[in-house]
Structure formats: structure tokens, C-alpha cells
């Protein structure tokens, strides 16, 4: 399965590439460089097997092709109708031929709208021996904003669908401005005197208030907060979570909780203590150990579950569980099997689906467990809904900025509990580009396609109206993923993927419709092996980019950051490069070389580098943003290297820029290497300065030279 001489590298019979066509799964594409890529048969064929197609003889491929040629001719209305509002559209409704039909929408906030039918002829078609016709209603464009339901009555059968109406366009000049500056950073990274080891949802609300109140700041980005699993080993990245819905109790602050008071004084100073300890690892340059951190934190905050709370807070308890639905109560459960029976290969026969007889008697048997659980997401979102406060009251424009990871683990809650609308035997990943030039395999279960849109998006929407509950923004990290999804079948290398195609008209209007909901600015990461159309998709809708600028390339050499795009998040790096200091010292090409993840001499890679760098110290230069006796290859013209980046950056028209916390206390230690699990200790680096020291909130807050260099530009 290494070289294309391998069997499964053979090309796509015709009939196959039909199949293929018709479920949005790619034969062939355009990789970074340029050049067309086929793809093999064995791919082509494991993704369609993931879609539930046969594939296996050339009578189950046309089986495959009839039936989704009949797929849309057999419903009465559609699984869910999305629209933009502004233009009418059409409904399309399927009856015997020859049936009156009525079709109406009821609005979601109350009250019927009765569509006109159009006159537009279909030709009927034969559906499993009965002559089918197709009649036409018009959806008026001035239908409100919202969730409504079409309602189709025809011969005594009725009929419904999901209405979604989205906003034409989100307003970035409502939400943004002219420009906004903000702080990037790993949350967990970011440890203050007060921590537990990690940084917190306090320390986030602490950097806040103070770049927002004394520097000016109208945003924080930070990495994803999703749940990993409460059972150790914690995974540490924050890109492979078990659900994207919910969030990893681990960055609570066990002192903000107002029901500690309630605690005995014997169990209070029990809790003291395990923080002082945790405290005291805070100056440390160690690896961040979660496992130990979240063992300490978990004891403690179960000793405070089960104090209980007032009937003022009960109350707002009982409103948050019922917000959320079902979907905390599967999370919940998944977390109390996984505390009961560890990792989900351990589990005993019977909890294998949400709603089997089983996980319904789990839940009653552990109810106090599956509560617990509950009652760590609702103290979450009490202190994000806090932490955005307080962004807010310090005068930031817009706050806290989420970021949505791509998917979640193949073991995780979510994979358990949204199994009907997840893809089995594929994993999920981005082929060769600059990050990794051997392709990525994230080994995330997809959305399936098909499955997604019968379930009405609703996992998805459910999933962005609680990311968003607390949030001034949303980074969408990989938003090739709301179009298309690079899959790379159980058992072949990361190269040896292929694209499958997703409903983005439909995904993007729904984004639309709850960031709207929810105030907030949507900023997709559209690096890589990204087609301008893509680009100016998000563009025509409102949806901000993503400009790093050494990536931002012209004619061979570095872009002018005047001709940068304007409604962008733009920055110097990215979580997925080494900070500014490490880059110009060739970071990412020694963790390459040393981990064998490069396809071309290590030699060629710093002679690549020394030119990248040569690049931009001209164009600064010849900016007037670098002095011209700057050695940049010094120790000493580092600095100065690295605040002239940032000159240019501000340079930029960019509406959004973000500056990496690591950047302004001078850190050169790489976050995360793309493409590797163990090898790396990816995500598990705490802030330091440049010689390798921890650093602590309370000292970025104090600043420095280096951080007014960077920041002077933009401010």
C-alpha cells in the first residue's frame, strides 16, 4: 500500500466513478502545488463502503446509483428545507401524480404562512410502481429568521421538514469594527500563581480584563475547550476531544465555585491543600502532567457536588439541563460508563448505543454519577458565561474567542452517542501541504453526509449553539470541513485519502443563522489545500479568513502585507508552527528532521529556511521596519527581527490580528508538530521565556520591551 505501483492504486473503474459522483466522493483533486492527484479504486470503494454502499460487484454499484437517483423521489418533502434569507426559493413536494397538495410553515416563534403554488412543470417519474409527480411552492424570502416547519397535506397524508431560514450575510463591520487586536493562547499553558498546574477559565478572564482594560485588546482566541475523557490518561490535545459540544472541566477554577462555602471545614482545607500543591508545580519547566492536575481537581469538585446547592441555584441547575437536552444527558452518561467500566473496549455488552435497555438501567443505577457529570457543565458554563463578562465590562470589543476542533476521538462520547450521523473505518485528515508533507491522518471519525442532512443538521446545530453560549467569536479550525473532508480509510497511509463532499450551503446558513443568534464573529481557518472559491464562499457570507504570514507568498517571495486579505484573522504564526523566536531559528525543520517527517534533505529544508527569512528581512528593510544593520542570524537581532514582523502584520488591512502570547515573552518551544502523537510532546509545553523558564500570567501582565516592540504596531 506504499507506492503507487500497489493494487490499490489502480484507477476507478467508470461505473465506481459514477457511485462516486453521486455521493460527493472525489476520484481525482487539486493538491497545493497545483497538480492534479488521482485517486485509487481501494479508496475510492473504502469511502463509498463507509457511506453504507456495497461496492462489491458491478450489480450492487448500479443497485447504488438507482437508488440514489430515487432517493429525493421517494419522500413527500425533504429532510430539511435551508435557506438564506432575502430570495424566494423553491419546495419541491413529491405525490402520485395528479394529488392536490397543501403545503404551510409554521414560524417558529408562532403563526402560519399558507406558500403559494408554482407553476412549474416536472415530469413525473415511476417510484417502485407508482407514477410520481412533483409539485413547486414558493418559500418567501421575507420569511423571519429561525428554526420553522413546513407542513404538506395531500390525499389525507401529512408530511413535515425543518424550515431554516439564515441571514444573508453576517455583518463584520457590525461585529468587528475596523480592526481589532487580541491575544492568542493555549489556555492550559497559560498557568498563573493561583492555578492548579494549569491555566483556567479565572487566568483567561485575568488576561481579559487586563488586555482588554489596559492595552486596548477587543479579543482573546483561545484553544479548543472541548471534554477529554474524565478516565486517565487525559488525551492533551485539545484537537482530539471526546466531544466538541461540551467542555473539559479541567480548566474550572474549584475557588470560583459558589457552592465551596457549603463544604465542611475539614473537606475545605483538604481542598486547600491539593491546590497549594498543584500551585507550587506552576514554576516549573516540566511537561504539563493533566492526569495529576485533573485527579486533584475531580476529588475536590465531587466533594462540592454533593453538598448541594440553594433552590435559587437548583433552579438555574434544572434551566441548564433542560437548555441542553438530551445530548448532556448521552455526554453524562458516557462519562459515568467510562468512570464505572473505563476505556469503551472494556465495557460489557449492552452499552453500546445511548438509547439501548441497558444504558437507560446504567443511568437509573448511577444516577448520582450522571449528575455529577451534569453538574460540571453547568458550573463550566457559569464560569465561561463569567470569564465573556468580563472580557466584555473591559471593554473588548468582542471577547473570548472559541476555537471548534475538526472532530473528536473514535472513542469518545461523541462518537457513541452521534454513531447514525459518524462514518465507521475512516479517519480524518488533510493530505500532503506545508504543514506536513506527508499527509495527516487525525483518525476522527467524519460526519457523514447523507446522514447529517436526515437528521436535519440538528447534531450539528445542537453542537454550535453551546459552543457559542459563552462566546464573542468561534474560530472554525479547518473550515474545508463544512465543504469537503480529506478521509483516509482504517489501515492506508495519510496520503492515500480522498475528499468527500459535504451540503456547504446548507452547513455554512445554519453557522450563520446561530452566530448571528448569538453575537458573535466566525473566523474560518482556510489554510492548506484550499480553492479560492472556498475562500470566497466565506467572504460573500460574512465569514472571516485566516492570514499567516509566513505563508502569506507572491511570485516566489514573501506578499506585500498591504496586499493581504482585508477580512482575515491575521497573524505572524499559528499554534501548528513554532512561536516567531523558534521559527527564525529553524524549529520547524530540526522537529521535522529529527522525527523523519521531511520528504526532501534536511539540507535543502535550512537552505529553504535562510531564504524564507532573507525574503522577509528585505521586505522589512526596504519597509522601513527593520534597520538595515540588523543581523538577523544574531542573538541579539532576534528580537528586533521578530517585533519588525509584527510592524508588518499591523501593516496589514486585516481586521483581526492576533498576537501569540509565546511571541511576547520571547518562547521558542513548538506547542504542537502536525502529523505526530508521542513523538512530539504536543500540547504539554507551559509558557516560557526564551532560555526555557516558565513564565506565569502575573509576569506577562507586568510586560516588557519585547511585548510593547509588538504590540506599539497595533494598538
Known sequence: ?????????????????????????????????????????????????????????????????????????????????????????????????????????????????????????????????????????????????????????????????????????????????????????????????????????????????????????????????????????????????????????LYLRVEDIPELVRVPADVAAEIAEAGRILQQLNASEDLLDRDSVWAAKRASLWAIHRVGMDAGRAGEYDAFVRSQGAGLVDFATWCAISDVHGHPSQWPSGLERPDSAGVVAFRGEHADLVDFHMWMQWQVDDQLGSTQQRAVDAGMRIGVISDLAVGVHPDGADAWALQSVLAPGVGVGAPPDMYNQMGQNWHQPPWRPDALAEQAFVPFRDMLRTVLRNAGGLRIDHVLGLFRLWWVPSGFPAFAGTFVRFDHDAMLSILMLEAHRAGAVIIGEDLGTVEPWVQEALLERGILGTSILWFENAGGGPKDPHEWRRDVLASVTVHDLPPTAGYLRDEHVRIRSELGLLSTPVEEERAHAAAERAGWADLLRRQGWLAWDVNIETDAGLDEFAVALHRALAASPARLLGIGLPDVVGDRRAQNQPGTDQEYPNWRVPLADASGRSVLLEQVMQGSALMDGMLGPVR
Open 1 to 249: 500500500m506504499s507506492t503507487p505501483d500497489a493494487p490499490e492504486w489502480a484507477p476507478v473503474p467508470e461505473d465506481l466513478a459514477r457511485l462516486a459522483e453521486a455521493y460527493g466522493v472525489a476520484t481525482e483533486y487539486w493538491d497545493q502545488a497545483g497538480a492534479l492527484v488521482q485517486v485509487g479504486a481501494a479508496t475510492v470503494s473504502a469511502a463509498l463502503t463507509a457511506l453504507g454502499l456495497d461496492v462489491s460487484s458491478a450489480q450492487a454499484i448500479e443497485h447504488g446509483l438507482e437508488a440514489r437517483r430515487l432517493r429525493d423521489w421517494r419522500r413527500m418533502l425533504p429532510p430539511v428545507f435551508v435557506m438564506r434569507q432575502g430570495d424566494d426559493q423553491r419546495l419541491w413536494v413529491h405525490v402520485p401524480d395528479g394529488t392536490p397538495v397543501a403545503v404551510s410553515v409554521d414560524l417558529e416563534e408562532g403563526g402560519r404562512v399558507d406558500l403559494a403554488q408554482l407553476d412549474l412543470w416536472v415530469d413525473p417519474v415511476d417510484v417502485d410502481g407508482v407514477r410520481t409527480g412533483e409539485a413547486s411552492f414558493r418559500v418567501p424570502g421575507d420569511l423571519p429568521l429561525g428554526w420553522h416547519t413546513a407542513v404538506a397535506v395531500a390525499d389525507g397524508v401529512t408530511a413535515s421538514a425543518p424550515v431554516v431560514v439564515a441571514p444573508r450575510r453576517l455583518d463584520p463591520d457590525a461585529l468587528v469594527g475596523d480592526r481589532q487586536w487580541g491575544f492568542m493562547t493555549q489556555l492550559y499553558a497559560m498557568r498563573s500563581s493561583h492555578s492548579w498546574g494549569l491555566g483556567d477559565l479565572h487566568d483567561l478572564g485575568d488576561l481579559a480584563a487586563w488586555s482588554g482594560g489596559e492595552l486596548g485588546a477587543g479579543f482573546v482566541l483561545i484553544n479548543p475547550l472541548h471534554a477529554a475523557s474524565p478516565v486517565p490518561p487525559m488525551a492533551p490535545s485539545p484537537y482530539l476531544p471526546v466531544t466538541r459540544r461540551f467542555t473539559n472541566p
